[in-house]
């Protein structure tokens, strides 16, 4: 006996499209494999490469440390490092927020540059800094609430966004994109400041990018967001202390405190 259904048009779209919805959430995941585990006792860790070069921060120092040579940089009148950003290897940035400050070093830790946006008009107050194009960085000023593309070599502006009404948390940049997390959204801009993608925050508070892919992190466990999706996947981990981590290509770094792991990421 043959048994014939008929669904409405509408309900047969409605069918169609959580059907596809359960397949496609049962066939993403991703795995992370164990490559490596290294011993590193610093403050922080800030980033490392396939050609065994780290970058780290102990104390006020930063440092880079290659199979050949280790390198530091101490600014003693600037003190505390916020953050640093080695998206462009030769135009390395660090952040001392108290002082207002941004001091651009090159590959071997000289400085080359000193922003200083105490002594730039209009002022501006960044609370959150990263890379751009050319001879640019991504700012989120808190005097405006906006997040602009800044030119240090002209003190000038290229781009900036609409004010945005929520507390930010982090910032990651390449040369073509910016994503700003805030506590509401997350935020994807282009190179002229126009928001081209925002999703709803699901409690993150981290996050890092790598060929437009994204991970961040909520607690103690870290999601993966594709290139040109929206939705959030869980990382396979094992159980294990997150204190930083990193995205360089298919390769995900973990630092516990005491310990360096690297891990293959594998996306089915």
Not at 88 to 93: E, M
Not at 125 to 137: A, F, I, K, R
Not at 242 to 249: D, S
């Amino acid at each position: 006996m043959i048994v014939i259904l008929y669904f409405s048009p509408m309900k047969f779209t409605l069918y169609i499209f959580l059907l596809s919805t359960l397949v496609l959430h049962s066939q993403t995941t991703v795995t992370a494999t164990l490559k490596t585990s290294s011993k590193l006792d610093v403050t922080e860790f800030v980033d490392a490469d396939n050609l065994g070069t780290t970058y780290y921060i102990n104390q006020n120092e930063f440092s880079k440390q290659s199979p050949q040579q280790t390198l530091h940089y101490t600014n003693l009148q600037l003190g505390h490092i916020n953050d640093v950003n080695t998206f462009n290897p030769l135009r390395l940035n660090l952040f001392y927020r108290n002082f207002n400050t941004i001091i651009i070093l090159d590959n071997r830790l000289a400085e080359i540059f000193k922003i200083d946006f105490n002594s730039i008009s209009p002022y501006r107050n960044p609370s959150h800094v990263s890379t751009g194009y050319d001879t640019t960085l991504w700012l989120f000023n808190d005097n405006t609430q906006q997040l602009e593309l800044f030119d240090y070599k002209t003190n000038t502006l290229r781009a900036s966004t609409t004010p945005i009404n929520s507390e930010v948390l982090d910032i990651t940049s390449n040369y073509n994109w910016c994503w700003l997390l805030t506590k509401e959204y997350l935020y994807q801009f282009n190179y002229v400041g126009s928001l081209v993608q925002k999703i709803k925050n699901e409690g993150f508070t981290k996050l890092d990018e790598s060929n437009e892919n994204i991970v961040l992190q909520k607690d103690n466990e870290l999601f993966y967001l594709k290139k040109d999706t929206s939705s959030f996947i869980k990382i396979n981990l094992p159980d294990l202390l997150i204190k930083q981590f990193l995205l360089t290509n298919e390769t995900l770094y973990i630092y516990n405190l005491k310990t360096l792991n690297q891990f293959h990421l594998k996306t089915s």
